[in-house]
């Protein structure tokens, strides 16, 4: 069994080097305000990938120290994590599938609109139980505060490709007419009645509009936006793990049936 089980002890580390993009990926979901703030997302890729590298590691002593139930044991729960992530990437780019983005005349950014994103993101993410305590997260960080720093004049912010969260809850609705100061702040609107936003908004630097729906759809725009990056990532991964398992799986095979083999042999000597 030496050559199959070194065969598979490669194959293990390759295992183990595709779980590190998948929890880097994880990571770099979890930094971000957005996923910081809405806890459905923040951790599930981070927890697969250590539980992939961890898989990999019992299949590599497994396979070099030739133990065979330990070989066993990664072969099984190695098709269970890779089943999981795959079922996490299709519900992922299902839920993410509809954009509720629209581009705006003149700007270089979109605006977003609630009701053009999945009816699941909106029951489950932004719904009325959750949003306090997403708002409240959002207020308490820097995502509106760097538009003011990173934008002076208002050519420069209308021409600027802000995210979807700074466009959704930094800045009222463009259809209301307001005139601009600065980024977050914006005075005497000329159609107040175009959209119920328009009244939520508020120049208080801890509410502007995290109260709108605008800045709900921002929300799901941006988790809409980091996800698709993400997932490329990791279906690339998970495409090499499918490859990698499929022939420990059949390296495994071969052994026992070469072990089984000379077993046969010395009970006819």
Same mark, same amino acid.
């Given at each position: 069994?030496?050559?199959?089980?070194?065969?598979?002890?490669?194959?293990?580390?390759?295992?183990?080097?595709?779980?590190?993009?998948?929890?880097?990926?994880?990571?770099?979901?979890?930094?971000?305000?957005?996923?910081?703030?809405?806890?459905?997302?923040?951790?599930?890729?981070?927890?697969?990938?250590?539980?992939?590298?961890?898989?990999?590691?019992?299949?590599?002593?497994?396979?070099?120290?030739?133990?065979?139930?330990?070989?066993?044991?990664?072969?099984?729960?190695?098709?269970?994590?890779?089943?999981?992530?795959? !079922?996490?990437?299709?519900?992922?780019?299902?839920?993410?599938?509809?954009?509720?983005?629209?581009?705006?005349?003149?700007?270089?950014?979109?605006?977003?609109?609630?009701?053009?994103?999945?009816?699941?993101?909106?029951?489950?993410?932004?719904?009325?139980?959750?949003?306090?305590?997403?708002?409240?997260?959002? %207020?308490?960080?820097?995502?509106? %505060?760097?538009?003011?720093?990173?934008?002076?004049?208002?050519?420069?912010?209308?021409?600027?490709?802000?995210?979807?969260?700074?466009?959704?809850?930094?800045?009222?609705?463009?259809?209301?007419?307001?005139?601009?100061?600065?980024?977050?702040?914006?005075?005497?609107?000329?159609?107040?009645?175009?959209?119920?936003?328009?009244?939520?908004?508020?120049?208080?630097?801890?509410?502007?509009?995290?109260?709108?729906?605008?800045?709900?759809?921002?929300?799901?725009?941006?988790?809409?936006?980091?996800?698709?990056?993400?997932?490329?990532?990791? !279906?690339?991964?998970?495409?090499?793990?499918?490859?990698?398992?499929?022939?420990?799986? %059949?390296?495994?095979?071969?052994?026992?049936?070469?072990?089984?083999?000379?077993?046969?042999?010395?009970?006819?000597?």
């Amino acid at each position: 069994m030496g050559l199959a089980n070194n065969i598979t002890a490669i194959l293990n580390f390759v295992a183990f080097l595709c779980s590190i993009p998948i929890i880097a990926s994880g990571i770099w979901l979890a930094s971000k305000p957005d996923n910081a703030c809405v806890h459905y997302f923040r951790w599930p890729i981070v927890i697969l990938g250590t539980l992939i590298l961890l898989v990999s590691l019992a299949g590599f002593v497994g396979a070099h120290w030739y133990k065979e139930t330990l070989l066993a044991f990664y072969l099984c729960c190695m098709a269970i994590l890779i089943g999981l992530i795959l !079922i996490l990437l299709v519900f992922a780019f299902v839920v993410t599938r509809a954009d509720g983005g629209y581009a705006v005349a003149g700007k270089g950014y979109k605006e977003y609109r609630l009701d053009g994103f999945s009816s699941w993101l909106r029951n489950h993410v932004v719904d009325s139980g959750n949003w306090v305590k997403i708002r409240s997260c959002l %207020s308490d960080g820097e995502v509106c %505060s760097k538009l003011t720093r990173n934008y002076i004049g208002a050519d420069q912010f209308f021409a600027a490709h802000i995210s979807p969260l700074q466009s959704g809850c930094c800045k009222p609705p463009t259809v209301c007419g307001y005139n601009y100061v600065n980024p977050t702040l914006w005075l005497n609107p000329a159609n107040p009645t175009a959209d119920p936003d328009c009244y939520l908004w508020n120049n208080d630097q801890t509410q502007l509009c995290y109260n709108c729906n605008s800045c709900k759809a921002g929300l799901l725009g941006n988790l809409r936006k980091e996800w698709r990056k993400a997932n490329v990532i990791i !279906i690339v991964a998970v495409v090499v793990l499918i490859w990698v398992y499929l022939i420990a799986c %059949s390296a495994f095979k071969n052994a026992q049936t070469e072990d089984l083999f000379r077993r046969y042999k010395r009970g006819w000597v």
